[in-house]
T-cell receptor, first 116, second 115 residues
């Protein structure tokens, strides 16, 4: 069963506007972590933001925030004030707890295009 | 912190040949992971180590694939009798042990092309 679902293969956003990238997940663990990574065309994977399953507040890192809705099992990434350099693939990932072997699994990604 | 380094960056080989990739993690990181990524997809988990112990292997990892981390530092991933379907980017990542909030730090990957 697919555990990380990113339903948007591609997204367009106007420069300086905000954009939300969707991510839903499935796990039976109570303790897990959710991550977002950015992969520019150059190929490197860049860590953006983390949300723990027990964190009560949504995570924020600069222009990135994570809209965590635990009951819905969603962990959407919000990028505010988009910049041209934000154009990249974005991957949602989940690290499961003990029952999941502590490994991290990734979604299929969303390609974001920022328009000038 | 010199980051995760992988060698080589690119490997082109003929079908049926064996290839070996190396990954040097961030020095204080106990955990080391191998992933495979094909074009337009997210990284697929292959295996991971905690220190020198290989704790889990994906079902994707056929018996042609073997990974080692002999001294708990660098790791190698070997693919024997390569096939066309092995063409992909092979990513290595490392993280601190036991810290659930610690992200994985990725290397730049080794791109494998099978002729």
């Amino acid at each position: 069963a697919q555990k990380i679902t990113q339903t948007q293969p591609g997204m367009f956003v106007q420069e300086k506007e905000a954009v939300t990238l969707d991510c839903t997940y499935d796990t039976s663990d109570q303790s897990y972590g959710l991550f977002w990574y950015k992969q520019p065309s150059s190929g490197e994977m860049i860590f953006l933001i983390y949300q723990g399953s027990y964190d009560e507040q949504n995570a924020t890192e600069g222009r990135y925030s994570l809209n965590f809705q635990k009951a819905r099992k969603s962990a959407n990434l919000v990028i505010s004030a988009s910049q041209l350099g934000d154009s990249a693939m974005y991957f949602c990932a989940m690290r499961e707890g003990k029952t999941g072997g502590f490994k991290t699994i990734f979604g299929a990604g969303t390609r974001l295009f920022v328009k000038a | 912190d010199t980051g995760v380094s992988q060698d080589p960056r690119h490997k082109i080989t003929k079908r049926g040949q064996n290839v070996t990739f190396r990954c040097d993690p961030i020095s204080e990181h106990n955990r080391l992971y191998w992933y495979r990524q094909t074009l337009g997809q997210g990284p697929e988990f292959l295996t991971y180590f905690q220190n020198e112990a290989q704790l889990e292997k994906s079902r994707l990892l056929s018996d042609r694939f073997s990974a080692e981390r002999p001294k708990g530092s660098f790791s190698t991933l070997e693919i024997q009798r390569t096939e066309q379907g092995d063409s992909a980017m092979y990513l290595c990542a490392s993280s601190l042990d036991g810290m659930s909030n610690q992200p994985q730090h990725f290397g730049d990957g080794t791109r494998l092309s099978i002729l």
